[in-house]
């Protein structure tokens, strides 16, 4: 039996922290006098807490102390827990409970490749952690994506080599570093913001059992 490495990133893929990430941020942002749109906000995700902190500064032209920006990425972090904590498992998008079943069903091994650092708290609250072979989060790494680090820790994990892993992603960073993986990606979301990907489809209800089939038996 063919076996594949599936590894799915969490925000906005599984369930949609990205609207938490983006309430945190503009609430930091406009505590410091900065204000961004959902357009920028596009570019945060995917991105590490660091660097997306470093956006924001740059976005409203300003400059502070280290100990300034280590007391707002802490702040950040700790508004974003407050919007998870409160998360249940109606909060999984469309079909992605079917797919892992799906997949856990072919014996098909499945990872979470996901820079988030709530990831298994996340998994927890929406009842999915079980489903998962392995979860590799950004407890695990230090590159952020579009750096591969994070899926290629996924398929020595699985033990899986990376041209039969397929990566699920909904941001820029993610696909490009699935592609730099030499991995197979699957682009969910906009087909304009994730043309890079090997295929694209809006969410999990799209994509047929057939296609999976079809990707397993490759």
Not at 50 to 76: T, Y
Not at 188 to 195: A, C, Q, S, T
């Amino acid at each position: 039996m063919n076996k594949k490495g599936f590894i799915f990133d969490l925000d906005g893929v599984i369930v949609d922290t990205a609207k938490y990430h983006f309430l945190a941020w503009k609430q930091l942002a406009k505590s410091i006098g900065i204000d961004f749109n959902h357009e920028q906000n596009e570019q945060l995700k995917g991105v590490s807490r660091v660097r997306s902190l470093e956006k924001i500064l740059e976005w409203g032209n300003k400059e502070i102390s280290r100990d300034q920006f280590m007391a707002l990425m802490s702040r950040k972090n700790d508004e974003y827990l407050s919007y998870i904590s409160k998360m249940n498992d109606s909060e999984i998008l469309p079909d992605v409970s079917k797919m892992l079943d799906f997949l856990i069903n072919k014996q098909q091994p499945i990872s979470l490749g996901s820079a988030s650092k709530n990831a298994r708290q996340i998994l927890k609250k929406v009842s999915l952690l079980e489903k998962f072979n392995a979860i590799v989060d950004g407890n695990d790494v230090s590159k952020a994506k579009p750096d591969p680090e994070v899926f290629l820790t996924a398929a020595k994990v699985l033990e899986i080599e990376t041209k039969d892993c397929i990566v699920f992603e909904d941001s820029v960073a993610g696909v490009k570093a699935a592609n730099s993986a030499n991995m197979i990606s699957i682009g969910i979301g906009d087909k304009d913001v994730l043309r890079e990907a090997n295929y694209i489809f809006s969410d999990f209800t799209e994509i047929s059992e057939d296609f999976i089939e079809q990707l397993i038996n490759k």
